[in-house]
Every structure is written in C-alpha cells, then in structure tokens.
C-alpha cells in the first residue's frame, strides 16, 4: 500500500467562467496511475462567517432562503472575501451588512473548511465575535432577503438539531465555538 499523493494535471479545459465560479474539466492522473477524464474542479470565492454573540449570550443569526435546497435556513452572517480583504475583515463587514450588529471584540478564528475539498477548492473561515447589543440598518446586497434573529444557545442547539440550521461549514463553526466554551 502505498501513501496517497497528489494528482497529476493532464489537460484542463474551463467550462464556466464567470463572477460566482469557475468549472474546469480536467485530465488528471491519480497517484494510482489511474486517468479520469473528465474530473470536475470547481473554483469559487472564499467566504467568512460570524459567529456573534450579544452581552446577554444569546447569538445573531440570519434567516433566508437557499434555492439549492427550495428552503428557509437560519445561518450565519456570512459572504464573500473582497479582494484585498482578510478573511476576518470580511467576517465582520458581513456581519454589519447582513445583520445590523457591531462586532465589539477581536474575532476569535475557528478556522478554515473546505466545503466540498474532492472537487471544490473555495473554503469557509469562521470567526467568534461579541457584538454591540444595539443593530444599525442592514446594507443587503442586490437579491438579498435576510431577517436577523437572535437565539438563545438553547435555541441555536435545537435548530442544529432538527434541521433548521444546516449548512454543513456553518454547523462545524457552530459547533467549534461551543467546544472551545466560546458561547457560554
């Protein structure tokens, strides 16, 4: 038995370019010295989440839908990382935007994920933050509809439990703060 290793790129053809994703097809050579062809590789914008808690321990979610699914979801306040952009500067400009509040801490990282790492290469960063207990307006992006909600950690752990939070990355941070004794 041999210890696995990188691939080997063949040939690449891209299928889609565009502002939300590449898609190549590649020829690739497994360190087996099996060729696939095609082997689907998709290249998204890295993004960064909050996980944000007020004063009085309870947390700032989102409601909104994801048409993936066809459902409503609590998450996290989460989107893309600008150009330029620190993964934790991005955590906290999307939680102003999305939600209103004010991160009054230093971001606590929870790490990096990939989502999909067999053939996405994007990957999600969390962060823990205390946030102002007062919210300002939202500042939505073009197609956004989001409600902020505010859980309990009680509630939040129901709602990991029973589905209504399910975006995989965002469980795991979840569930990472609540290791690390991060929400109480």
Do not use: K
Request: aromatic share 8%; glycine share 8%; with cysteine.
């Amino acid at each position: 038995m041999t210890d696995p290793a990188p691939w080997e790129v063949l040939a690449r053809r891209t299928l889609i370019s565009d502002r939300w994703l590449t898609l190549h097809a590649d020829t690739v050579r497994t360190d087996t010295g099996v060729v696939l062809d095609p082997f689907y590789l998709i290249d998204e914008r890295s993004w960064a989440c909050a996980v944000p808690m007020l004063p009085d321990g309870r947390l700032v979610l989102i409601e909104q839908y994801r048409h993936g699914a066809g459902r409503v979801f609590y998450e996290l306040p989460a989107g893309d990382i600008d150009a330029g952009e620190t993964p934790a500067a991005a955590a906290v400009r999307e939680l102003a935007e999305e939600s209103g509040y004010r991160a009054i801490s230093e971001p606590v990282p929870l790490g990096a994920l990939y989502p999909e790492p067999s053939r996405n290469r994007s990957r999600g960063h969390g962060f823990f933050m205390r946030v102002d207990p007062q919210p300002a307006a939202l500042a939505l992006d073009h197609g956004e509809a989001i409600r902020p909600c505010l859980l309990t950690v009680a509630e939040m752990l129901a709602a990991l439990t029973d589905g209504r939070i399910a975006h995989a990355v965002q469980v795991a941070f979840l569930y990472r703060a609540h290791a690390a004794g991060l929400l109480g």
